[in-house]
């Protein structure tokens, strides 16, 4: 079964940077669009940013543009997030996806933003 | 802005069916907008229900279906078990790339 494992979640100061990535054990990973999707504590699930299949093309939500970068890497199967400029409104719970339609998700990875 | 509307809340009884919606604020909701449909518990990580308006995710149950009713998206549970007590989040493709989804309703089996 496909698994999507994040990682590289943790506590950072307001302006800080930090990068996840999401590594993808199936054998497909090429093939998809991926996605990352946010959770803020007791909040719903918000679409960050997608990638194609080759990263040619990305696109992002509003409030993170400029900020975050979405990128990935077919031959390690891994997609990643470098977020820059960390806002205490970026704490989430961030899950990668796979395919613009989100097929599975990841377990998620915690991002805390606080001083 | 592009807002995606769900019901908050909703209840069902055991055994009952429950259909929950997703709209937008302006225009209605279409096969165009390929409608998504996500459970989640708490602590959990979202599993995918629907798919393309009304396209099951594998291991997904036959209870769950998916349709375009009026106006808006629409997630059926026929049958509804005491497992089903979760939150539902729809989402919506609507255009140049972008996803965006409903705040979610909140679903009682009680």
């Known amino acids: 079964e496909v698994q999507l494992v994040e990682s590289g979640g943790d506590l950072v100061q307001p302006g800080g940077s930090l990068r996840l990535s999401c590594e993808d054990s199936g054998f497909t990973f090429s093939s998809y669009w991926m996605t990352w999707v946010r959770q803020a504590p007791g909040k719903g699930l918000e679409w960050v940013a997608n990638?194609?299949?080759?990263?040619?093309?990305?696109n992002y939500v509003d409030s993170v543009k400029g900020r975050f970068t979405i990128s990935r890497d077919n031959a390690k199967n891994s997609l990643y997030l470098q977020m820059n400029s960390l806002r205490e409104e970026d704490t989430a719970v961030y899950y990668c996806a796979k395919g613009q339609q989100m097929g599975r998700w990841g377990q998620g990875t915690l991002v805390t933003v606080s001083s | 802005q592009t807002v995606v509307t769900q019901e908050p809340s909703f209840s069902v009884s055991p055994g009952g069916t429950v259909t929950l919606t997703c709209g937008l604020t302006?225009?209605?909701?279409?096969?165009?907008?390929?409608p998504s449909w996500y459970q989640q518990t708490p602590g959990q990580a979202p599993r995918t229900l629907i798919y393309?308006?009304?396209t099951r995710s594998s291991g997904v149950p036959d209870r769950f279906s998916g349709s375009i009713l009026g106006n808006k998206a629409a997630l059926t549970i026929t049958g509804a078990q005491a497992d089903d007590e979760s939150d539902y989040y729809c989402v919506l493709y609507v255009g140049r790339g972008f996803w965006v989804f409903g705040g979610g309703t909140k679903l009682t089996v009680l």
């Open positions: 393309s308006t009304n």
């Open positions: 990638i194609n299949q080759d990263g040619g093309e990305k």
């Open positions: 302006s225009g209605s909701v279409s096969t165009s907008h390929y």
